[in-house]
T-cell receptor
């Protein structure tokens, strides 16, 4: 298996633009997680899905952030409109269940200027 | 609520020396515990995990960790570090239907 695949690896965008981050989880994994990593706040869970259903989105910072999982093999995290404080590395991870080990993608480094 | 504390933000050890990274957790039941490693510009890689059974668990790259319920700890150890072990290390806890919670990380520097 290729592991968790995220795209793009790097994204630079202007403030106010819409940004869409993409994730393909490992086949057969039922849970998918979106994390944000910054120097100040470390790793923060934004949202997680179980069987394509959002279970906990309490970590989503604002209404500007939204996430979808239309099927078992694809998820998106969208920021609209983006702001400079959204600059961070965004990781997607998947696991067989909610509580087994999570496998992480390489991350998307987002820079909003 | 569950939480994880990694008391050491940054540790420096000499190559060949032993290593212990501390992790303390707060959780209401028997936790699932994990250690991950992150090299610069990379994602997190699982080093080892504890779910149940033997409290001393072996992981990849020569790492091990010991679950001590009485101390609410899950410290990571390695008898002899290599320069390639320089990275950031994260402890995480989960259980039941709850999400994983990560510690703030410990950055490991290796002196030649």
């Amino acid at each position: 298996d290729a592991g968790v695949i995220q795209s793009p690896r790097h994204e630079v965008t202007e403030m106010g633009q819409e940004v869409t981050l993409r994730c393909k989880p490992i086949s057969g994994h039922n849970s998918l997680f979106w994390y944000r990593q910054t120097m100040m706040r470390g790793l923060e869970l934004l949202i997680y899905f179980n069987n394509n259903v959002p279970i906990d989105d309490s970590g989503m910072p604002e209404d500007r952030f939204s996430a979808k999982m239309p099927n078992a093999s694809f998820s998106t995290l969208k920021i609209q409109p983006s702001e400079p404080r959204d600059s961070a590395v965004y990781f997607c991870a998947s696991s067989r269940t909610e509580n087994t080990e999570a496998f992480f993608g390489q991350g998307t480094r987002l820079t909003v200027v | 609520a569950q939480s994880v504390t990694q008391p050491d933000i940054h540790i420096t050890v000499s190559e060949g020396a032993s290593l212990e990274l501390r992790c303390n957790y707060s959780y209401g039941a028997t936790p699932y515990l994990f250690w991950y490693v992150q090299s610069p510009g990379q994602g997190l890689q699982l080093l080892l995990k504890y779910f149940s059974g033997d409290t001393l668990v072996q992981g990849i790259k020569g790492f091990e960790a010991e679950f001590k319920r009485s101390q609410s700890s899950f410290n990571l150890r390695k008898p002899s570090v290599h320069w390639s072990d320089a990275a950031e290390y994260f402890c995480a806890v989960g259980g039941g239907a709850q999400k994983l919670v990560f510690g703030q990380g410990t950055r490991l520097t290796i002196n030649p």
